[in-house]
């Protein structure tokens, strides 16, 4: 599952042609059954994150460890109080999303751009 913003896929990042084709590879993921991408459209006035990208993985034999990104560099935090904000942050992020199929619908309209 992944939310990502309605920004991200509009600036066009290595040039028009590589944009078209990562936009591909998330219209052709999305039709998997474990794969779930969440939009938050642009026209969203309320976004609960707009600072730094952000992770929460499961690592076997550790649990759950949240990986924060800075412009500099990325750490690793495992603490129980972080993880839990992380959680409902998430929570929240998906709540300003479009569901799946529309997220879907608004990849494609913009792919439709890139051509």
């Known amino acids: 599952m ?7 896929l509009i600036r066009p990042i290595g040039g028009r042609a590589v944009m078209g084709q990562q936009l591909d590879h ?10 779930r991408i969440y939009v ?6 309320f976004h609960p994150e707009l600072m730094a990208g952000f992770q929460v993985i499961t690592v076997p034999d550790r649990g759950q460890v949240l990986y924060l990104e800075t412009r500099i560099s990325g750490m ?13 942050l998430f929570g ?3 709540g300003a999303a479009l569901p799946p199929d529309a997220s ?12």
């Open 76 to 88: 690793l935090v495992d603490t129980t109080d972080e993880l839990h904000h992380y959680a409902r």
């Open 40 to 45: 938050v459209p642009m026209s969203t006035e």
């Open 26 to 35: 998330l219209l052709e993921i999305s039709q998997l059954p474990n794969v």
């Open 104 to 115: 879907r619908k608004l990849i494609e309209k913009i792919r439709g751009e890139f051509l």
């Open 92 to 94: 929240e992020l998906r």
């Open 2 to 8: 992944v939310v990502l913003d309605e920004s991200a």
